[in-house]
Every structure is written in structure tokens, then in C-alpha cells.
């Protein structure tokens, strides 16, 4: 990482923003000191407390993702307001004020487009999304590896608990919000029998919401024993490897499969296990892979349904932050994530999410 160089207009009345500007998989990043935005009508100034690293900042990172350049990667944060300018809400309605604790939309939405007229903001014909996009000269804090991020328009926002821990709440907007869509997608319902594939952050997420939500049976499927072990403690009623998990999909039911792994055997092995009347949400498959097969008359007469589910809208962000808030899997949640380093050690930071030592990696900003 290059340390500080300094961005051309800095004002001198307040502390400057710094961000890990990423240039691309040659250039890595650097930490530059940007001027505080001017916000226009209803943008929103946070101060982030604590960013966690997706897989798909590491993926990015790889240069496994293109992403336009350069860019402040990063998406799963939480943050204090420090500015607002007109007036802007979260989504049930209370006010945004300097002070008030919060968590954001992964995407931007206009709110008049046919797609989010029809029920899917988060793929808005003009979406803009957090740790996605080019630095412009307006919207310089556009992701979550700084110490500020810029809200623009559109933006949903959900206040988060004074008393969620941080590494809890983090990754709320993305880990936690797609799984919560995935699970409204399949119509996940109390008594269902489902089969969650893949335990990473995700799969460890549905696990303990598909409990909370009622699920009977969850069967979690990893090839790895470690993170079936985790299953068990986030509240699956039994877990497997991916040569089981047909024998135990037959026995305990699979009204609903989550597949989260994106592995095309998994993905396959969805399709496959899937009860009768049964709903399959793909999630994890989000690049290209090899083609999987099914055959359709079982899908006939099976009643079957497949929902793919990227994302999720503001909705399922405020019901992601309530499910963290008071499940009594919290403490397990936390313990996924190891004591935050600072944005200063970023580059130690992503070597230890590509090592994949735990399922989020933190970053502090103070
Ligand atoms: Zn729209
Ligand atoms: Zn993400």
C-alpha cells in the first residue's frame, strides 16, 4: 500500500476523509486523504465505525471481478451520520440527524423505474452500488475501506441498534440482506424442512434465520468439517458432506434449498435434492461457470420452483438488522470475525480474508 498522498482541495475546518483508493490488481491501494464532499439534496455523510470484507472485494482484489477504476472497494459497513443535507429518512420513517447510527442500501434506487415499480430496487435501471463504482469527483467516498462514505440519493438507510456490535452489524448489507431476500424469494415459512449449501458467512446466516423463521428441519452441507461444525452451533438440526446429502435430504425433507456455495456441483445437487413442491433459491453462482442440467418432467410433477436471488431491497436490509438484533445466535455472529486491524493494515486485512482464517475480516476506522 502507498501511504498518504494528498487529494488536491482539502478543506481546513474539519478533520479530511481518508480512503484506500484501489487502482486495480497491479496497483493495490492507496491511502488518500480526500476533501470532505459538498453534499447535495438529500445525501448523507457517515462517519464508518467498522467495514467487514466481502468475498466479492476479494474476488475484485484477485482481479477475478473487473470493477471500474479507480475505486473505494467495500460495502459491508456501519457508520454514525455526520452530515445531512435536506431532509432524508431511513426506511420506517425516522429522521436522519447527525448522531443517529446506521447502515445503507448495497445499491442506490430511483424508486420509478419499471424494475423498482415492480418489486426489485435492487436492480434499478439507474443503480449505483457501494464498492462498485468509479471514483468521480462528486462522489469520492463511494465505498467502505475509508473512514467516511458519501451517501447518495436513492440510497435506502436503516438505523442500526446503539448496541449491535459493530462486527455483527457490518455485514448486515450484504451477507445478511441477501440471504434474508433469498429466503423471502423461496417463500421459506415455519414448518418447512430446508437445506442450506455452502457454510460460509451466508450459509451460516440462513441457517440461523431459517431457524428463526421456523424451520422444522435445516440440513447444512459443506465439504469442509469445521464449518459444519459451526452449522450445528448456529441451530442446524443436521449437517453433511456433499456425498450425504441426498440420503439426508430425502430423510428430513428439502421444501426449500439455499444454495450459496455458486459451486456448479452444489448448484446441481440443488436441483437434484429439491422436495416435492419444493423451491430452490440459487445465490452464490454471481460469475459465469458450467452449465448444469435438470430434467424438466421431474420439475412438472414435483410442482418444483427455482428462484434466483441477488441482492435484496431496503426492506430485506431492515429485516436483516432486527434478525442480528436480537438473535440468540449474536455472540456466535460476532465470534466469526476476529478483532477488527486498522485501515492502515488493509493490505494484512486482505491477505487474511484471501487465506480465508475466518469468514469476515475487519477493518476499524477510528
Ligand atoms: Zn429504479
Ligand atoms: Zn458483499
Known amino acids: 500500500m502507498t501511504v498518504p498522498s494528498t487529494a488536491s482541495s482539502r478543506r481546513s475546518d474539519a478533520t479530511p476523509p481518508l ?26 455523510l457517515v462517519r464508518i465505525e467498522l467495514a467487514t470484507i466481502c468475498g466479492s472485494d476479494v474476488h475484485t482484489i484477485s482481479g477475478d471481478r473487473p470493477t471500474p477504476l479507480p475505486t473505494v472497494l467495500g460495502h459491508e ?75 447518495v440519493e436513492g440510497t435506502g438507510l436503516v438505523s442500526v441498534p446503539e448496541d449491535l456490535p459493530a462486527a455483527v452489524a457490518a455485514p448486515a448489507n450484504c451477507a445478511t ?8 424469494r423461496a417463500e421459506l415459512s415455519a414448518g418447512d424442512s430446508v437445506v442450506v449449501i455452502g457454510c460460509g458467512m451466508l450459509g451460516l446466516t440462513a441457517v440461523a434465520y431459517a431457524r428463526e423463521l421456523g424451520a422444522e428441519h435445516v440440513v447444512a452441507c459443506d465439504v469442509d468439517e469445521s464449518r459444519r461444525r459451526l452449522a450445528l452451533d448456529f441451530g442446524a438440526t443436521a449437517v453433511c458432506g456433499p456425498a450425504e446429502l441426498l440420503e439426508h435430504a430425502e430423510k428430513y425433507g428439502a421444501d426449500v434449498v439455499i444454495e450459496l456455495s455458486g459451486n456448479s456441483r452444489a448448484v446441481q445437487s440443488a436441483l437434484d435434492v429439491v422436495g416435492l413442491d419444493g423451491r430452490v433459491a440459487l445465490v452464490g453462482s454471481v460469475s459465469p461457470g458450467p452449465e448444469v442440467s435438470f ?6 410433477r414435483n410442482l418444483s420452483h427455482v428462484v434466483g436471488s441477488h441482492n435484496y431491497t431496503v426492506d430485506d436490509l431492515a429485516e436483516a438488522v432486527r434478525f442480528l438484533a436480537q438473535s440468540p445466535a449474536q455472540r456466535l455472529f460476532a465470534d466469526l470475525v476476529p478483532d477488527a486491524l486498522p485501515l492502515s493494515d488493509l493490505d494484512a486485512a486482505v491477505a487474511a480474508a484471501r487465506q480465508g482464517i475466518a469468514p469476515r475480516i475487519a477493518l476499524r476506522m477510528g
Not at 443503480?127 to 462514505?149: M, P, Q, S
Request: aromatic residues 6%; hydrophobic residues 35%.
Open 77 to 151: 459497513a456501519v457508520g454514525v451520520v455526520e452530515e445531512v443535507a435536506g431532509s432524508v429518512r431511513t426506511v420506517d420513517g425516522r429522521a436522519v440527524e447527525p448522531g443517529l447510527r446506521v447502515t445503507w442500501t448495497i445499491g442506490t434506487s430511483c424508486g420509478s423505474c419499471r424494475r423498482c415499480v415492480r418489486g426489485v430496487p435492487q436492480k434499478c435501471t439507474s443503480v449505483r452500488k457501494y464498492g462498485h463504482e468509479a471514483i468521480t469527483d462528486h462522489w469520492r467516498l463511494n465505498g467502505g475501506f475509508a473512514t467516511h462514505c458519501h451517501l
Open 19 to 44: 480512503a484506500a483508493v484501489w487502482s486495480g490488481p497491479d496497483s493495490g491501494f492507496a491511502l488518500v486523504t480526500q476533501p470532505r464532499p459538498e453534499l447535495a439534496p438529500g445525501e448523507v
Open 177 to 184: 440482506a441477501t440471504v434474508v431476500c433469498a429466503a423471502r
Open 295 to 300: 430434467e424438466p418432467n421431474t420439475f412438472v
